[in-house]
């Protein structure tokens, strides 16, 4: 099989599935350590309240807080995973329903869901999503009747609203030309309905451009995750997340340079091996790429 | 009322001795000379452009004398810009929070049983280029006017509310201000409703000052008039002079203020030195410049270089740390008492700290020790113990060593946290840890800015101790302050806020708990100290059973009071609020924290602007680069 040949992509799955390992084993590094994720360490911090770099104990040192920059980057594993897959997901379920739906039907269906997804596509994400989070930040409510509350439910919501239109036009191209084809004239002569024809008969020649697609959303989904909680905007404070971690050592890094460091270079790392790996799955899947 | 408010601290006891050290200075018209200072300080002489770097000027009144509420922009007119009829002397400590008279002769007794003020205005204090006349009692009397112009918006215009006919003239009743009349150019007379013992103090704020009509009467929207400001004082902007003042329409924002890049001070032709004394300002440097610069680090670096003198934001930590660390750059780093204090705040409305035992509890809990580590240590400011900082309670010693929640460290004390919480009704099973639902997912405000998030984890941490746990939100400055004075918005709870004095008297603190200043929006007392049930009811609030605590009585009482009786008043109003009402944790007293250039031969601290004493600072240009 292609894949398999593929070195790049074979060795960003490894780091992936460690990756997994290292997110559920984040309480076992934490029992291992004896430092919790939120537990702050007086002697980790000088007196001008700046911290300490990596020592015997603190293998990636701590942060501003007094808190273990390994384990939190174990935790942290877990938030861009979660998000990085979960936004994905939805994003795609979206997408693809939205996408079979416009592209099979055609007509003013297709106008109103296309022109959704370019709406949707010229929205300035970032303010919009700052926008949202601010106004559902604000009061004790949250917003939308204390449907919408901060924290990672939030922010998987807003990835997903703004990565949906992506999947889906591409998933109406696809269905534009599948449509015409003989097999579903077949399928329709027989009497099948739409519903059936659009899920038993298109979609399953959709599979291999959804699973490229949504394999080269993760590491996006993973980065703006990042942004988010960059711009303190993300998941909760006691929610370690590796954008935040890096928001917090912005000031300081030249004094407290393993701040930035470590939760950098796991970010670069996992969004490179999600990369990596859609492109080795888009070059196995499909079959007019050629290498 | 925001981040960074302006003050000084002084007090009434000291208003006979100060008419009397004012009266002084003037009979010593003495030129201008340097050293005055007696700090060792060598070769502080005239010349040179004195640079200050800053990430943002945040004016937040457009520079116009009349709304401006920034702290800095006090220090800028008060030092520099313009002469109110009342000053300081711009140093450190209890010094410079003395009132002097500036633009008056003298500052006089009140007359009339406390309400009449009688100033006269010294001769020869002129306008800058292009005005050149003289300062008279009419420029004064049309400041108070601006002051009750709505479309200037002066933001602290409340404090001169109490003058006779002020509210007539605001609500276009009166076309002048009954209770101010100029008998002549140099006489001015002020009249209040009732007896005000810091009046002087609220004449030495900028909105008061001389403003020549034929230029600020084109300027009344917000803001506008910062642009075309004329000076009074040894320093004007850059440019003031080619500004065509024929009429309105030929006015053009002066040259020397652009306020997205810089602000250019240049010396006023015709300051007459021989009006002023030396012990209020010096102006050793022919000129400043006041500098964007959105790149902090890049502004300490250019200070390090002699790029710049001075900064208006506060020394990063590291920098701190490594200035502290070495004995050569140990003089350039300074850090002074700013006569703030940052706390976290309960609201009373609200449970769980609608009780005043869980507030106590939280009290005893915190970590004060963490929180200012969190600002960087100990060189950023004392640990507070109390409401006001003691400095505004000058003469009286009620307040010395006071601690009611004092433990080991100033870092929390969990025993005695359990304690308070057991007399509370929501620890139902007196385990001394909170657990009714109200404990559960408190919403607690908090800006998304270093140093804040870092006292996010220190917070969380001790507040789980007691089973308090919180939803925090953390939001830009602008929209933490905003959302935190929306009253529907029921925060329970935030460490968003900081306060400090507009003028030397601990009543600039106390506002934020008289019941009778909360507003639905805008509200600036979020702890709702004196809600009352008709108020709940009006912003839509469930008002709690037990009621809120009120001491609009005791403000009211001390508000009368003069010399130490009144600092006496106000101390035992804290005690009272630390005790029995327990609105606030006041952790941290913060110190404003300076780097100077090495191009720098003279500084000091001034007391009333909690910023670089610029009347009296003085550079080598030799060594500047």
Known sequence: MRFRRDRWAMASLVFIGLLVILAFAAPLIATISGHGPNELFRDMTDDFGLPKGPNGSFWFGADGSGRDVLVRIAYGARVSLIVGVVATGVAVLIGVTLGLIAGYRGGVIDTLISRTADIVLSLPLLLFAIGIVTACGSSREGCFGGTVQPGLTLVIIVIALFSWPYVAKIVRGAVLSLREREFVEASRSVGAGDLTIMFREILPN????????????????????????????????????????????????????????????FLLLTVLAFNLLGDGLRDALDPKADR | MRPRKKGTWALLGALVLAGSLGLAACGGDDSGDSDTDGGGDTAAAKGGIYRVGTTDFGFNGGFDPSGEYLGWAWGLYSNLLTRQLTGYRHTEGAAGSEVLPDLAEAIPEATDGGTTWTFKIKKGVKFAPPVNREVTSKDIAYAFERIGTGSVVAQYGFYYNDIVGMAEFKDGKAKTIAGITTPDDSTIVFKTTKPVGDFPFRLAMPATGPFPKEVAGCFTKAGEYGRYLIASGPYMIKGSDALDITSCKTMKPISGFNPTKQLSLVRNPNYDAATDSTERREALPDGFEFIINTNDKDIFDKIEAGEYEDSVDAVPPDVARRYSGDDALKDRLKGNQDDRTNYIYMNLAEAPFDDVNVRKAVNWIMDKDALRKAWGGPFYGEIATHIAPATLYPGSTALDGYDPYATENSAGDLAKAQEAMKASAYDTDKDGVCDADACKDVLFMNRSIDPYVKMTPIIRDALGKI?????????PTGPAYESSGVIANRIQAGSNAGWGKDYPDASTFMVLFDGRNILPTGNSGYALVGLTAAQAKEFKI???????PSV????????????????????????????EVVPWVPYLHVNNTTLLGPAVTKWDYDQFSGEAAYAHVAVDPSKQK
């Open chain 2, 542 to 548: 469930d008002y709690p059973k037990g009621g809120v």
């Open chain 1, 206 to 265: 959709l599979v291999s451009v959804i699973i490229v697609y949504a394999s080269l959303l993760v590491p996006q989904n993973i980065l703006f995750e990042a942004y988010l909680s960059f711009l303190g905007l993300g998941v909760p404070d006691s929610t370690p997340s590796w954008g935040r971690m890096i928001s917090d050592a912005s000031d300081i890094f030249d004094v407290a340079w393993w701040l930035m460091l470590f939760p950098g270079i």
């Open chain 2, 467 to 475: 089973g308090i746990t919180v939803k925090v939100r953390e939001l």
């Open chain 2, 552 to 579: 609009d009585a005791d403000i009211d009482k001390c508000s009368e009071e003069v010399g130490n009786a009144r600092s006496d008043c106000w101390a035992a109003l804290d005690k009272k609020l630390m005790e």
